[in-house]
Each structure stands twice: as structure tokens, then as C-alpha cells.
């Protein structure tokens, strides 16, 4: 079996691409794909991305396997950056990494490999099961680390051709084997960044694209202005840091794009803000359809599951009902829906 391993330079996918090493019936091409950002606006980070080759290059020796740098500067800009950039300008918080998996990584990558390989693999921690109604999206064991609300979008075809090597495996278990196996990047802090921006600080990306524009930040509940801020896209509901504000926590609650104001509430008030209702659109499913309504949901990144019940609607929505209300709930932000252990795919949330 012929596989093409993407490699970050990241103890992830270097531990991937050992255990895919050691299978005598793999044959295994490592492949880098450099993005846009890392060049044009490599002067607001630190080398972003060279020292990420260097890592993945010492790998790829360490194996004798051959690395090929792929460049998608374009398609990144296109496909990626873009939306991101119209959602922010909309007020509403993006989810690239979702976008980046879907369309880049197991997308445009996997377009330009033209069927010369039988596999794709990663680092990521998810697993692929597979029965008659076709292939399944699988939780990871480990809660923490699981990362199948950033693979909600991936379709059946893409999910026929993946592997993920270390997806069963807890995280402390692959930190373990980079120590046993002596991989280069073994002792590399993870990597806690949006996929697309590499060590590029996010408020640097925002604002050199959107600028920084004076607005008010003003109590939800009376109207008193509490505060300035440098414009609406640099904040996002249920945000608590980064407000500037005494006798807090303070929370966003809310954002007017128009006047460029965002609203906030202090916590004693937070029950107030708890929502637990809402509408999905632009649905995606990995095996079809949910056939049953109780349900569970991802709102964000994290372990934490909440039980729901999902309802189809009119015009590809959904509505959810929560049974644990949550404040955070952002326009834009994706929801993923779960039944048990299997991730069935999401949307947006309106």
C-alpha cells in the first residue's frame, strides 16, 4: 500500500510517520505543504515555518523516507483566508480548521496526488470506522485531544482514503513513543494555533487585514459605556480576556458590526446570557442524515459533549435543544453533532 503522510514537523505526525515506517507492506512518501501566510506575513512571527521543514526534514532522514514541500499558498488565500476574513468582517467567529481539513489538507492535497496513492495519513487524533452503510468518523479516546470536531466536514470519498496512525492512541502514550523512538521533534511544545497561521499571532493577523478601528465596548444591561476596544472583529461572544476592564470577569455577549460597538455583561449576570436553543445551516453529514433526534453536541474544540436533540427544518436547517445551556454561543462558530462515540458531521451556527 502506497501512503502519503502529511508531516507538520510536530510530534503528532512524526510519531504517525514512524508507526507507519515500521508496517513492511506501507510504502510511505512524506509530504510538507507550505502556506501562504508563512511567507507574506512571516515578519509578524519568528521563521514560522522553516523551523517547522527542519524538524520534518530531520524526521524524514531519521527514516530514510522522502520529503516532498508542496506549496498551496493560493489555494489557502482562495478557500480559507478569504472566508475567514468576510466571516470576521460580518461579525461572526469563523472556524478555518474545520475549512482547512475539508478543503486543503484532504481536499486540494489530495486532488494534486491524482490517485498515485491508496492512502492518506496525519497526525490527527481521530479514528475511521467502517461498516455496510460506508465509513464512520470515531471519537479518539483520549477527550482531550479528539479532534473530530475539525474533521466534521470531510465526506465520505475523503474519509474512504485517510489514515490516522496514532488516532487510538491516548496523547501521553505518543509522547511516550517519540521518547522511545528518538524522534527529532520529541520534546516540541503542540501546537495551539489556527491551522493556516503556523506561530503568526492572531490579533497581528486580524489587524493587518481588518485594521484597527476605535469602537465602544458597552454594558448589555444598561447601556453604560465601560470601555474602548480596536474594532468588533477582534472580539467574539463568550470572550472574557483580553477586554482591559476592572472589577470583572466581564464577558462579550454580543457585537454590532454597523456601529462597531460590542456589548458585554459582568458575570454575576450570566445565567441571563445562557442560551439553549439554536439554528444550523449549510449542514454537512459523513454517513447521512441522523435517523434519531437525541443527539449530542460540540460547540467548540473540547472534550465537553452536551446532550441535545437535533430537529431537522425548512431549507437545510436544523434546531437544536440543549439540555445544559451554554453562554458562548457565537454566529458562525460550528456545531458538531455526535451519537455516542461517532461524529455524524454539523453546521453553522446562525
Not at 490517485?115 to 475511521?128: E, K, L, N, P, T
Not at 477527550?143 to 489514515?163: C, G
Not at 457585537?255 to 455583561?265: G, L, R
Not at 458575570?267 to 446570557?273: C, G, I, L, T, V
Amino acid at each position: 500500500m502506497k501512503v502519503a503522510a502529511l508531516l507538520s514537523g510536530g510530534v503528532d505526525s512524526s510519531v504517525a510517520l514512524h508507526l507507519l515506517a515500521r508496517q513492511p507492506d506501507v510504502q510511505v512518501r512524506a509530504f510538507y505543504l507550505k502556506i501562504w501566510l508563512e511567507d507574506e506575513l512571516a515578519f509578524l512571527g519568528d521563521c514560522p515555518w522553516e523551523e517547522d521543514l527542519r524538524y520534518a526534514r530531520a524526521v524524514c532522514q531519521q527514516l530514510d523516507i522522502p520529503l516532498e514541500v508542496i506549496p498551496l499558498q493560493t489555494e489557502y488565500r482562495e478557500r480559507i483566508v478569504e472566508h475567514a476574513l468576510a466571516e470576521l468582517r460580518a461579525g461572526r467567529t469563523p472556524s478555518p480548521d474545520i475549512f482547512c481539513n475539508e478543503r486543503i489538507k484532504f481536499g486540494v492535497f489530495m486532488d494534486r496526488l491524482g490517485g498515485a496513492f491508496d492512502r492518506v495519513a496525519s497526525g490527527h487524533y481521530a479514528q475511521i470506522a467502517q461498516c455496510e452503510e460506508g465509513f464512520y468518523l470515531q471519537r479518539a479516546p483520549d477527550p482531550v485531544k479528539d479532534q473530530t470536531y475539525f474533521l466534521s466536514n470531510l465526506h465520505q470519498e475523503q474519509l474512504a482514503h485517510l489514515l490516522f496512525p496514532i488516532g487510538h492512541l491516548p496523547k501521553l502514550e505518543v509522547r511516550t513513543l517519540a521518547q522511545t523512538l528518538a524522534v527529532p521533534s520529541k520534546d516540541r511544545k503542540d501546537s495551539q494555533g489556527i491551522c493556516f497561521l503556523g506561530k503568526i499571532n492572531y490579533q497581528d493577523f486580524v489587524a493587518f487585514h481588518l485594521g484597527r478601528r476605535q469602537g465602544n465596548l458597552i454594558e448589555r444591561e444598561t447601556g453604560e459605556k465601560k470601555g474602548e476596544h480596536e474594532g468588533y472583529w477582534f472580539h467574539t461572544i463568550g470572550q472574557r480576556h483580553g477586554l482591559g476592564l476592572g472589577g470583572g470577569p466581564w464577558y462579550v455577549v454580543d457585537k454590532d458590526a454597523e456601529s462597531n460597538t460590542v456589548f458585554i455583561s459582568h458575570s454575576d449576570r450570566q445565567d441571563a446570557r445562557m442560551r439553549d436553543r439554536l439554528t444550523v445551516s449549510q449542514l454537512s453529514w459523513i454517513t447521512g442524515r441522523p435517523t434519531h433526534a437525541e443527539l449530542q453536541v460540540k460547540l467548540r474544540h473540547g472534550p465537553q459533549l452536551i446532550p441535545c436533540r437535533f430537529d431537522h427544518g425548512a431549507e437545510g436547517k436544523g434546531y437544536l435543544h440543549l439540555q445544559l445551556p451554554d453562554p458562548g454561543i457565537a454566529p458562525g462558530q460550528h456545531a458538531v453533532l455526535y451519537d455516542g462515540e461517532y461524529c455524524l458531521g454539523g453546521g453553522v451556527i446562525d
